[in-house]
């Protein structure tokens, strides 16, 4: 058995809503390989997560296993080892839904209100304002908290519900005792958040209607040199590459990503392009995103091809899972004298 109880643990997850992006590699999965050498980690498929925007016309196919099973393979091409670290769908493992009503009595209403991203989907998903897209936060609580989580890796959006993950075990703590690890976010070193290219005002969505708003680590490669050839820009006369959020928000997002997988700063990067038009700067910058993503890709479908495989990576995984999520689940209900 995997021992979990030696080291510090950390704890992610990610949404099956659709295929992944470029957007969540940079934000979180680029981090993955090394941190499981440090940590002791959970890589959660929060499949409970993204029924909170599913909608009820049945004409529409989510094919939820394929793209768990698409994800896993994702998650090993990116360097995920299934010896070192624990990959597992949220679902599969009981212990997340009964740790979620316990701690839906310890958040308060406003506090919910006032998630950004809550409003965000209310505005989007106006016919499906549903209960759960309002507790999506104490799922994630619940998710973090049953594995004494020492870090939670995500993007910078994830940033306010990890705070107030925080916040929840904290008010716990101080009834019960010390029965919750305070978690701390883990942003990848260069932290970034990845715009989508039409609407660069706007986060790059794996759930984008618009297909050329985003980068999917699947896209055949010259379908990704097409969206970022043809990504938003600005009408500057002089074309400058030059970052700036709020007059050049298309170049800004070009340079970011850019910077983000060169791992070089944004000012040696506008020095180096100063004299480029932005059609050359979007061709440079395609040729180093296709690198990037066409080493994703090969080990991809090398490891997408043993389905059996993968399946027995999850069960393995929810199995180790509800083992350790239990002790924890066993304490709170001890507690709470259930
Ligand atoms: P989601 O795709 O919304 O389930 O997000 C999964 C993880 O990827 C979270 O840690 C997000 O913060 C991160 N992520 C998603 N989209 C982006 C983006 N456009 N830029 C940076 N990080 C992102
Ligand atoms: N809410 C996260 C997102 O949308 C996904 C997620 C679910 C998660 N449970 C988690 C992330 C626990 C970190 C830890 O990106």
Not at 252 to 261: A, E, K, T
Request: aromatic letters at 14%.
């Amino acid at each position: 058995m995997l021992n979990v109880k030696k080291q510090d643990v950390m704890f992610t997850g990610i949404q099956p809503t659709g295929l992944l992006t470029l957007g969540n590699y940079c934000g979180t999965m680029c981090n993955w390989k090394i941190i499981q050498k440090k940590y002791q980690c959970f890589f959660c498929i929060a499949d409970l997560h993204a029924l909170t925007t599913r909608s009820y016309d049945h004409s529409i196919k989510y094919n939820f296993s394929a793209n768990i099973l698409d994800m896993v393979a994702l998650y090993l091409a990116c360097g995920v080892s299934p010896y070192d670290s624990i990959i597992f769908v949220q679902s599969h493992v009981y212990t997340h839904s009964q740790l979620y009503w316990i701690l839906s009595n310890f958040v308060y209403f406003g506090e919910l209100s006032r998630m950004t991203q809550f409003k965000k989907k209310i505005s989007t998903y106006k016919k499906n304002i549903n209960l759960s897209l309002f507790c999506y936060p104490v799922l994630m609580a619940a998710d973090i908290l049953l594995y004494q989580t020492n870090y939670v890796s995500v993007g910078s959006d994830q940033k306010q519900h990890v705070e107030l993950v925080k916040k929840i075990a904290r008010r716990f703590n101080s009834i019960y005792g010390d029965v919750f690890i305070i978690p701390d976010i883990l942003i990848t070193s260069r932290e970034c958040k990845i715009m989508a290219l039409q609407e660069p005002t706007k986060k790059m969505s794996k759930s984008d209607n618009n297909k050329n708003n985003t980068i999917f680590l699947l896209d055949n490669l010259d379908v990704i040199r097409l969206k970022l050839l043809q990504s938003l820009t600005d009408s500057d006369p002089l074309s400058r590459i030059k970052y700036n959020i709020y007059d050049k928000p298309g170049i800004s997002n070009l340079l970011s990503i850019l910077s983000f997988l060169t791992q070089q700063n944004i000012s040696a990067l506008e020095y180096e392009f100063k004299n480029y038009r932005y059609f050359d700067f979007k061709k440079q910058l395609s040729d180093i995103v296709c690198d990037t993503i066409s080493k994703i890709q090969k080990l991809y479908f090398k490891f997408r091809e043993d389905e059996n495989y993968l399946i027995d990576i999850l069960k393995f995984g929810a199995k180790k899972s509800l083992i350790y999520s239990k002790k924890n689940l066993f304490s709170v209900l001890q507690v709470l004298d259930l």
